[in-house]
Structure formats: C-alpha cells, structure tokens
C-alpha cells in the first residue's frame, strides 16, 4: 500500500464478546481503528431467542443468518439489524470529533461487505 493511502486506511474489527463496546481511536500511523465487540443478548432478543438458544445452535454450527432464516426473518431485516447498530455507535464517534467525514466514508464503504461475512459466519462448521 502507498504510504499516502496508509493514513486512509481504516481497520474493521470485529471481536465477539457478550456485552456492547465500541470505540474509534486513530492509532500512531494516522489509522482509525474502529473497533466493536458486539452484545449477543441483543441479537439473540432480534432474533427471537434466548442467549441460551443462541449458544446451541451457534454450537450447532448455524451463523446468524441461518438463525434468523430458521424464525422466519428476512435477510434484510437482518443486514438492517447491523447497519442500524453501525450507524448509530458511527455517529457517536463523529460527534466526538475522533471520526472525521472522510474516516466514517471509508468504513461505510465497507460495510456491507463486513457485516454479510459476519452474520455467514460459524468457525463451529
């Protein structure tokens, strides 16, 4: 990569964990690191089931995606799911000044492509 585009680039990290956390920081190399753990209790509660339900067909081997097909919920519905949490927790960080326009337009670019991977995802398979 170009050492111009280097302070452009942005880091998508997604880490699991069972509570919310989100942060925005720009590291040492002018990198924003965007950095979200999210909080299954919530998604379980969008997807119409217990944490307890969750975990075992998340053992089972079933990404979310899966999840939600199986109660009927739309594909859509669920990449809207994840695309509301990301623009609500983007826009925290905007107001606090550590996103700029140009950093929140690099990550919305690639957003769809990140949350599609994530909610296709089960390493139990």
């Known amino acids: 990569m170009k050492n111009a585009n280097k302070v452009y680039v942005l880091l998508f990290i997604v880490v699991f964990s069972f509570s919310t956390t989100v942060y925005a920081e720009e590291n040492k190399e002018g990198i924003l690191v965007y950095h979200v753990k999210y909080d299954y209790e919530a998604i379980s509660k969008f997807l119409g089931m217990t944490v307890q339900e969750y975990d075992q ?7 979310i ?7 009927g ?21 905007r107001k606090k000044g550590v996103m700029t326009e140009k950093h929140y337009f690099h990550l919305v670019y690639g957003l769809a492509d990140e949350i599609e991977e994530f909610i296709d995802r089960n390493p139990n398979r």
């Open 73 to 93: 919920i739309a594909r859509r519905d669920v990449e809207g799911y994840f695309y509301q949490f990301h623009y609500e927790e983007m826009q925290k960080w």
């Open 57 to 63: 067909e998340w053992r089972k081997g079933l990404s």
């Open 65 to 71: 995606a899966e999840m939600a097909e199986k109660k």
